[in-house]
């Protein structure tokens, strides 16, 4: 019976596999494997002893309930998966695991699922960030009202709001290249890191199963990789999320039935409430945000686990067991999520439009202060006349403009065509070059990667 929501309600089939157990035996399977490969190939052990080894290191010939049966009986996980595997392998299983311990097959293994995960990840990052590249040139143009501090500022435009996420995702990806480097690395080194079961052929064997299994080597461990390797990825699938957290909360913002400028797509069948039926509820935005959190929690238990005793404790093993697997499938549900919301945003242009102009002008002060200082009036003094100008049409509900109009100061320096020419969709800078230049740099990387 399911009890964690990973195992029912999130993630994907597909990142969902990689971390079930029979998956996550395979991968152990698959390094004593190539263990016992490269003791062949230097002699150590018979050829034949390899292949057979080889041919029986899978879930078909060493079950799940098998290994588990053992680990009850012994209390030791990875000598339950040696013991299984042994029983398989008959007379040859005399070979297995030779030279090696428990976590040089585990953090290799770990490897193995890590890397599988971070394909998935890197793939959906990747769509996320082909969609946002057509919304940012698609609404390049769309102009809104921009917001600081939760107040109406001056003019943006959507296309700028899709190319701040679409530049953060590109960041995402540039990451991830870069964390493979280091993320991606197995061990093969002994009890305590000096490779001393292995004889001379230390640095051979490692090379040899590391080559085989597609992995970097360590260059140094004790009795684990180092675990700044795997804070690392926890803090990389954590900034992710909080990406993604960023844009769900944005979506929320805008789809508050006061402001209505975007909404994320609704069913046709799809129930907002079990007793309002009207509501129209941004679920998948507020389950990306909520499940973030976790995500970030995770983190700090993976910073702790990098301290630990002398050449190795067990306290960072029951934590990965569970942070692992519960960060990479969570994130899986919020990348696909986002996905979902992005694909079918649907946008309220009249909403855009009424909020754009629902403060009476007061957002084009700042525009008004640097006409009047373009004409010759100090800076300091225009910013004062026109936050007392802000300030009275605020108190009386008029049109800023229109009181300004009325001011003395400013037409001894403001033409009423100046005045005329002060309109939200005249201020919007160079918003629209500048996600120009980000889709460009967005497309030189796309072609770098060869798509």
């Known amino acids: 019976m399911a009890v964690h929501p990973i195992d029912y309600r999130y993630g994907s089939g597909e990142m969902r596999r990689i971390w079930d157990e029979e998956n996550k035996l395979q991968s152990l399977l698959d390094v004593e494997a190539a263990l016992a490969r490269a003791h062949a190939k230097l002699g150590d052990i018979p050829e034949e002893s390899a292949r057979v080894i080889s041919e029986r290191a899978n879930t078909e010939w060493v079950r799940l309930e098998r290994v588990k049966e053992i680990e009850a009986e012994i209390g030791h996980d990875i000598m339950a998966v040696v013991k299984a595997l042994s029983e398989a392998c008959g007379e040859h299983g005399k070979y297995i695991h030779l030279g090696s311990t428990s976590n040089d097959i585990i953090d290799t293994a770990n490897a193995l699922l890590i890397r599988e995960s971070l394909e998935i990840i890197e793939k959906d990052l990747k769509k996320l960030r082909s969609i946002l590249k057509e919304l940012a040139r698609k609404h390049k143009h769309t102009v809104c009202i921009g917001r600081t501090h939760g107040q109406h500022a001056v003019p943006t435009t959507y296309g700028m709001k899709f190319a701040i996420w679409l530049d953060e995702v590109q960041r995402h990806l540039d990451r991830l290249n870069e964390l493979k480097e280091r993320v991606l690395v197995g061990q093969m080194s002994g009890a305590v890191g000096t490779m001393a079961s292995f004889g001379d052929k230390g640095f051979e064997i490692q090379k040899l199963v590391m080559e085989d299994l597609g992995l970097k080597p360590a260059r140094i461990s004790n009795q684990v990789i180092q675990r700044d390797v795997y804070a690392e990825l926890m803090a990389f699938l954590a900034i992710v999320a909080s990406t993604l957290d960023k844009i769900a909360l944005e979506v929320r913002n805008l789809q508050r039935t006061e402001i209505s400028e975007v909404s994320e797509p609704f069913g046709k069948r799809q129930v907002g409430s079990s007793t309002m039926p009207h509501k ?5 935005s507020e389950k990306v945000s909520g499940l973030a959190r976790v995500l970030y929690s995770n983190v700090i238990p993976a910073l702790l686990n990098n301290p630990l005793w002398h050449e190795r404790d067990l306290t960072n093993s029951s934590v990965e067991r569970v942070i692992l697997p519960e960060s990479f499938i969570l994130l899986d549900e919020m990348l696909k999520s986002t996905i979902t919301v992005l694909s079918g945003l649907e946008f309220f ?20 202060m640097l006409k009047l200082a373009e004409k010759g009036m100090g800076r300091q003094e225009a910013h004062e006349l026109v936050r007392k100008l802000a300030m009275k049409a605020f108190r009386e509900d008029r049109d800023l403009l229109a009181v300004a109009k009325e001011n003395e100061g400013i037409r001894e320096f403001l033409s009423e065509e100046d005045l005329a020419s002060l309109k939200p969709e005249n201020y919007i800078g160079l918003a629209p070059k500048i996600v120009d230049n980000v889709i460009a740099f967005i497309e030189e990387k796309e072609r770098e990667e060869g798509l």
């Open 349 to 368: 242009p009249e909403n855009i439009e009424r909020n754009l102009h629902m403060t009476n002008n007061l957002i084009m002060a700042e525009p008004l």
């Open 280 to 284: 129209r509820n941004p679920v998948r």
